[in-house]
């Protein structure tokens, strides 16, 4: 035993080091000589170590070549300070100090939380930096040395976010052409329509229910000058970066994230929002410049997932960058994302283990979980006194992958005005941003309010079917208002007013009754001045006898009724769904489709018509089971509804844009059906474009870390 211990004794000693480890400062050579000496012989399974060490570390030295933020080269004598952490992961000094100061502690590579944070007092991007938001310095200016970052004392604690969320950038002064008046500025307006049920009533009869179709139009854009005829928006994104985020759905996330930034322009403003177990704000409201993109973007990059679902903590913080701003543009928006449901708040924060998007915790636990909102997104938990004064912010929310909580998500962005997209395959996500931020960037009407009065005596409006715009019906029937707000470049509104219409006094020769007077006051998002338009007045004939033409029904007003028919049996599918009576909501899909095929629009050929037969038999596919309904369905549907009630895109499915062109039958022959306008449908070509271009680069760069920057 003796022995033994003597052996091994001569073995540690033999093996301890004699001379000091060698430094940094230490030639390779010696580092060499030292190890070689001191290295007993080699074995085969030493032989198979000492290979795999040399390839770990020819690609550790590789890694290290390269900084994982920017991409850039971070070989030694390029006038660069070079930042090498705890986990002995280096950067670019100046990248990771501009990471850390938007609230990321974790490192790029390995996510490893650091103890040691880099500070920069000062940086910015501006003439002393070059293309790609490195500091230049220049070796022959006598003091060089000093425009080097230095690392500054590590510090052991996070930077905590500022009590208040009044950091926002200023906005950009706008000098107006004073020799340019706002109609030369703007020199369209909005465009009023109107068509009655039939042009004829005969003149002895009283209808109890005669229905006038109102439409109203924004004006285009004009391709030259999109910046300066729009509302510059401030925009908030508000990501879930929960652990199931983790992977691909983070990566487009973030693709589709710099998308939009790429696509805001210098006036617009973002900020970045995400929450998982907890909320931060990554980054502050600032002007999508170039130097804004590119920190957005740095910011955008160093996002990792981790930790649980806290929705309404995200909410709120993306709440207080708006409502604490200094300065606000005319158009205010969140953004929000998810692919699962609360964890914390609700019905829900005990439901932690069980399957998400169920039937068993939607219906009940919605109306609790909005009560925890701010009222700000959600009006009813105002003051009386309040409730009008304060400004509304519309969520627009997006539905991600098939475990969202879709009944939370609609529920969401119809109490604060906004709508709800389904993303069904991850890999749309992009697109459905697209549609979003295109039709967002094309505001050009606010506060829209469109106004009927009665023109005649006995003539009284007795309903006003406006989705889920708010209407007010006045002065015992003779004035209704419908409250629209903004209304996005070529969009259209179209309502059903019901009227009573009494009979005409033959006695007094009148062969005409005049139902409504229209007008409609918005303002125009350019000079920022009350506009008003004044529409025709809507008159029928009252003959004694009605012609065969004169009892055909209005082609526009049929398929107006259509389209609000289908969407009341849309949701009353819905209800029977959620109480588990797939059959029954079959039953009413089914035969709501026979009357639809049955109405004159749909037998002339009416493509709004062939649309919504299209969505009927989808959604009776997505009803065939409970599982069926329960994975796709019940999202779909809550989408589509969205979409109805506010007469504005979402996106469904994997379905992004339900354009139909008119048939050659159709008198409005090339006109979009869906709600989808033509500064969407631009958005989201570029977007798919720009797709393939990113597939086909995606081989060459599939060892890069982050290749996120957005797009020319």
């Known amino acids: 035993m003796s022995g033994a211990w003597s ?77 090498t952490a705890e986990c002995s992961h280096s950067f670019h000094f100046s990248c990771i100090a501009n990471s850390v100061k938007h609230g990321n502690y974790l490192c790029p590579i390995c996510r490893c939380k650091w103890k040691e944070i880099p500070l920069m007092s000062s940086f910015s991007t501006d003439a002393n930096t070059n293309n790609a938001g490195r500091t230049r310095v220049s070796p022959l200016e006598d003091n060089y040395l000093d425009n080097i970052p230095r690392v500054p004392p590590p510090v052991s604690l996070p930077l905590p976010e500022p009590l208040h969320f009044s950091d926002d950038e200023p906005l950009p002064s706008i000098i107006l052409d004073q020799t340019s008046s706002p109609s030369t500025v ?43 005829e729009r509302a510059p928006i401030d925009l908030v994104t508000v990501l879930d970066i929960s652990g199931s985020m983790a992977g691909s759905k983070l990566t487009l996330l973030k693709q589709a994230v710099c998308f939009v930034i790429d696509n805001l322009g210098p006036s617009d403003r973002l900020a970045i929002v995400t929450f998982s177990s907890g909320a931060q704000r990554n980054f502050p409201l600032r002007r999508m410049t170039e130097q804004g993109r590119r920190e957005a973007t740095q910011a955008v990059c160093s996002i990792s997932a981790n930790g649980g679902t806290n929705i309404v903590e995200g909410l709120k913080k ?26 914390y708040n609700g019905d829900n924060a005990n439901q932690r283990r069980s399957p998400r998007n169920r039937r068993s915790s939607n219906a009940t636990s919605v109306p609790d979980f909005l009560n925890l909102l701010p009222s700000s997104i959600c009006t009813h938990n105002r003051e009386a006194l309040a409730a009008r004064q304060l400004p509304t912010f519309h969520v627009h929310t997006f539905g991600f992958g098939l475990d969202h909580d879709s009944s939370t998500m609609h529920a969401i962005s119809d109490a604060s005005g906004g709508t709800f997209s389904f993303i069904e395959t991850v890999g749309t996500v992009q697109d459905a941003f697209a549609m979003c931020i295109g039709g967002l960037l094309s505001v050009v009407a606010q506060e829209l309010k469109l106004t009927v009065r009665s023109a005649s005596r006995g003539v009284y409006i ?15 029937g003779k004035q209704g208002v419908i409250n629209i707000g903004n209304l996005y470049a070529d969009e259209e509104k179209e309502f059903l007013f019901y ?105 002339a050929g009416d493509a709004l018509c062939s649309w919504l037969d299209t969505e009927l038999t989808e959604i009776r596919e997505r009803m065939a089971s409970r599982e069926r309904y329960e994975q796709t369905g019940r999202a779909y549907v809550l989408s589509g509804l969205s979409s109805h009630s506010w007469q504005r895109a ?63």
């Open 650 to 712: 979402t996106t469904r499915g994997d379905t992004t844009t339900q354009i139909l062109l008119q048939g050659g039958s159709s008198s409005n022959s090339g006109a979009t059906i869906g709600y989808e306008t033509p500064s969407m449908v631009t958005m989201i070509s570029k977007s798919q474009n720009l797709s393939l271009v990113n597939r086909s680069e995606q081989a060459p760069r599939q060892n890069k870390t982050c290749n996120l920057s957005p797009g020319s």
């Open 462 to 476: 007795g309903s006003i079917p406006s989705g889920r715009y708010a209407n007010e019906i006045s002065e015992q």
């Open 186 to 228: 703007h020199p369209e307006t909005l465009v009023l329509k109107a068509f009655p049920e039939s042009s004829a009533v005969i003149a002895s009869e009283t209808i109890s229910k005669f229905a006038v179709l109102v439409g109203v139009r924004a004006p285009p854009l004009a391709d030259d000058a999109r910046h300066q």
């Open 499 to 603: 009227l009573s219409v009494p009979s005409a006094d033959i006695e007094q020769g009148a062969t005409k009754t005049s139902l409504l007077q229209i007008t409609c006051s918005y303002k125009n998002t350019t000079s920022e001045e009350m506009v008003s338009v004044e529409g025709e007045t809507v008159e029928i004939r009252r003959p004694p006898v009605l012609s065969p033409t004169d009892v055909l029904i209005s082609r526009e007003v049929d398929r107006q009724i259509n389209r609000l028919a289908v969407a009341e049996a849309i949701a009353e599918a819905q209800q029977l769904a959620e109480m588990g009576n797939l059959e029954g909501a079959q039953a009413v899909l089914t035969n709501r489709r026979a009357s639809l095929l049955s109405s004159v629009s749909a037998q």
């Open 318 to 343: 993306g709440v207080r960058v708006l409502e604490e701003r200094r300065e606000r543009n005319p158009v205010a928006s969140i953004v929000l994302l998810s692919d699962g449901r609360d964890t």
């Open 7 to 83: 052996k091994l004794q001569k073995t540690l000693s033999f093996r301890q080091p004699k001379s000091p480890l060698p430094t940094a400062e230490n030639s390779s050579s010696d580092s060499k000589s030292s190890s070689s000496s001191l290295r007993p012989p080699s074995s085969p399974s030493s032989s198979t170590f000492s290979r795999f060490s040399r390839s770990f570390s020819t690609t550790s030295r590789s890694s290290k070549r390269t900084c994982a933020i920017c991409l850039g080269s971070m070989k030694p004598g390029n006038g660069q300070a070079i930042f």
